[in-house]
T-cell receptor, first 111, second 118 residues
Framework: QKEVEQNSGPLSVPEGAIASLNCTYSDRGSQSFFWYRQYSGKSPELIMSIYSNGDKEDGRFTAQLNKASQYVSLLIRDSQPSDSATYLCAVNPTGYSTLTFGKGTMLLVSP | EAGVTQFPSHSVIEKGQTVTLRCDPISGHDNLYWYRRVMGKEIKFLLHFVKESKQDESGMPNNRFLAERTGGTYSTLKVQPAELEDSGVYFC????????????????FGSGTQLSVL
């Protein structure tokens, strides 16, 4: 069973703070990792993908990957109320052509 | 460019009835996926089409679920007969390439169909 674990939250941060979202995965051979944002009642939207160890930055978002620890994180700098959503971690397990998702972490950014 | 569209957005049916969900992928996307999210659980994979062929149907819960993609364009997912535990949000997704490990290959999701079986 390929698993992806996330803290369900909610994670509450004040506006302007850094939000840190974490994810662990069980399949050591996984090669690609994704963060999706989902607003209530909407489709999951890809915001970051990462394939190699280290950090990847895109605007206010930074994804971090540590394959040895089987750990992926997403940092959101200068959090805005519009960032309030559920953040889904997804992994493409070895030998599969699809994604395995975590349950998601709800982020609440208060003005 | 139109995204992945799903119809209906909501469906309320009684146990034992039949429901058919439809998905139109992004034009030109050969890969089409069905996922489901049951309340309180993670989004789970159901099935993957490459064009009109079923590439992987390992996630289909049982033989009450039938997915088709005739002609390799839109897809339908039929549940017959529906049971209470089938309630949830059914998502469709599409991608251009088969290999999701390819850098910058993306999986695009539709807004989902909320299915409620009473």
């Amino acid at each position: 069973q390929k698993e992806v674990e996330q803290n369900s939250g909610p994670l509450s941060v004040p506006e302007g703070a850094i939000a840190s979202l974490n994810c662990t995965y069980s399949d050591r051979g996984s090669q690609s990792f994704f963060w999706y944002r989902q607003y209530s009642g909407k489709s999951p939207e890809l915001i970051m993908s990462i394939y190699s160890n280290g950090d990847k930055e895109d605007g206010r978002f930074t994804a971090q990957l540590n394959k040895a620890s089987q750990y992926v994180s997403l940092l959101i700098r200068d959090s805005q109320p519009s960032d309030s959503a559920t953040y889904l971690c997804a992994v493409n397990p070895t030998g599969y052509s699809t994604l395995t998702f975590g349950k998601g972490t709800m982020l609440l950014v208060s003005p | 460019e139109a995204g992945v569209t799903q119809f209906p957005s909501h469906s309320v049916i009684e146990k034992g009835q039949t429901v058919t969900l439809r998905c139109d992928p992004i034009s030109g996307h050969d890969n089409l996926y069905w996922y489901r999210r049951v309340m309180g659980k993670e989004i789970k994979f159901l099935l993957h089409f490459v064009k009109e062929s079923k590439q992987d149907e390992s996630g289909m819960p049982n033989n009450r679920f039938l997915a088709e993609r005739t002609g390799g364009t839109y897809s339908t997912l039929k549940v017959q007969p529906a049971e209470l535990e089938d309630s949830g949000v059914y998502f469709c997704a599409s991608s251009q390439a088969y290999d999701l490990d390819r850098v910058n290959e993306k999986l695009f999701f539709g807004s989902g169909t909320q299915l409620s079986v009473l």
